[in-house]
């Protein structure tokens, strides 16, 4: 009877709230996996604001993958409506909680849910940091088990080394939205969109912290000048191509640029030059996958990153997740 519910429950969402998202399933222009995401990222949204969004995302919808959707849909949600991302987020955090659970296998899963979402990645970029600073020659465990065991030597309050102690937030926000102007959503990194009065919290907090500008082409949206208003060792050129791409640029990947390897395109020994025409963010998994596989880069006239599959498909992204 549930099962049946909630198919019902789809389908009427679908050809009475979203009618155009029924068109395109209907048409076959996207799938029910993508028609499922479009629903359940405007299922809290009034229907005339729901309808707003899906209008906004539906171009787009058949060549996006269901992350890249669903991280879209949730800026097109704070951008359209602000002030109820606002109240669904405080009313959110108020409900913030443990639970822990049992398993088939005898262990146990703890969540920490509806946390405060710069918080929440500044634990996480905690933990990888720390992980990556204990991966020393001889350690057998994985980056999987080095987080979760300095997870729980950090709860646990157990002496912990080998990764930094300060904990570090990487978050973009344009300039209208940090001086009040505007309640566009800030990018967290690795996280997603937050609102707009979260970008500006976790902005105020880092008086201490490196800051990178970069000015963009309002017609593209592609970086034209960078820069950082301190004077760290970070070349110039690293800064730039993170600015330019701030994600890996292969298809359907979000991971941050900063998380990334920073790859040569055309291979230095084939001729290729460390310069920011040939530089591109690639997370370690593509990065592997473009040499073993092998999947073939191309640099396009505009900037944007073709890459060929095995097969001989070709697929194109800036590496900038959409607006």
């Not at 991966?135 to 990764?163: C, I, P, W, Y």
């Not at 500008?213 to 034209?224: E, L, N, Q």
Request: charged letters at 25%; hydrophobic letters at 35%.
């Amino acid at each position: 009877r549930q099962a049946a519910d909630g198919q019902l429950g789809f389908a009427l969402q679908l050809r009475e709230r979203l009618p155009r998202v029924w068109e395109l399933l209907h048409c076959g222009d996207i799938d029910v996996r993508r028609a499922c995401t479009i629903v359940d990222g405007t299922d809290h949204l009034t229907e005339e604001t729901a309808r707003q969004v899906a209008d906004a995302i539906l171009d787009a919808a058949p060549r996006l993958t269901t992350g890249q959707l669903r991280a879209r849909i949730r800026r097109l949600c704070v951008e359209t409506d602000p002030e109820e991302a606002q109240t669904r987020y405080e009313t959110a955090v108020e409900d913030r909680r443990v639970v822990i659970e049992s398993t088939s296998d005898g262990t146990a899963n703890l969540y920490a849910i509806n946390l405060p979402a710069d918080r929440a990645a500044a634990i996480k970029h905690r933990l990888h940091s720390g992980a990556l600073g204990l991966k020393t020659a001889g350690e057998t465990r994985t980056m999987d088990q080095l987080r979760t065991d300095l997870f729980l030597d950090l709860l646990e309050s157990n002496h912990v080394s080998g990764g930094p102690n300060r904990a570090m937030v990487d978050i973009t926000v344009d300039l209208a939205t940090l001086t009040g102007l505007t309640e566009n959503p800030g990018e967290l990194a690795g996280f997603g969109p937050v609102i707009a009065d979260i970008a500006r919290q976790v902005t105020a907090e880092q008086d201490k912290a490196e800051w990178r500008w970069a000015v963009t082409d309002p017609d593209t949206s592609r970086v034209v000048h960078t820069g950082t208003t301190t004077r760290r060792p970070t070349t110039a050129l690293k800064r730039l191509v993170q600015a330019q791409h701030r994600t890996c640029v292969f298809p359907g990947c979000r991971m941050p640029s900063g998380d990334c390897d920073l790859d040569h395109t055309v291979a230095v020994k084939d001729g290729g030059t460390t310069t920011e025409n040939n530089l591109a963010p690639l997370c370690r998994h593509h990065h592997r996958a473009k040499h073993q596989a092998p999947w073939k880069p191309r640099r396009l006239p505009n900037g944007d990153h073709q890459f060929t599959s095995p097969l001989g498909h070709a697929y194109t992204t800036s590496g900038i997740p959409p607006p």
